[in-house]
């Protein structure tokens, strides 16, 4: 999972988009944790974003609030 956004933020970096959205990969689906999902969605952004100055927005949706809340805390985390 990690490995998507990453390789999601390089190919945005070599095609200069400026903005990119990701779905909550994999929050809840299969039952995998919610809070997992969004810890590693995250820490991968985080991590990728450091050479991608391009960049100007990365946004994370959520389907529910739940999800939301799990996104929420998982960036208070990385900050």
Do not use: D, N, W
């Amino acid at each position: 999972m990690a490995s998507c956004y990453r390789s999601a933020i390089r190919l945005a970096v070599e095609h200069g988009l400026r903005s990119l959205a990701f779905p909550a990969i994999s929050c809840g689906v299969f039952g995998y944790p919610i809070s997992a999902a969004a810890s590693v969605a995250c820490s991968a952004l985080a991590e990728a974003m450091h050479g991608a100055a391009v960049l100007e927005q990365v946004l994370l949706t959520a389907m529910s609030e739940e999800v939301e809340s799990a996104l929420k805390a998982a960036l208070k985390s990385e900050a």
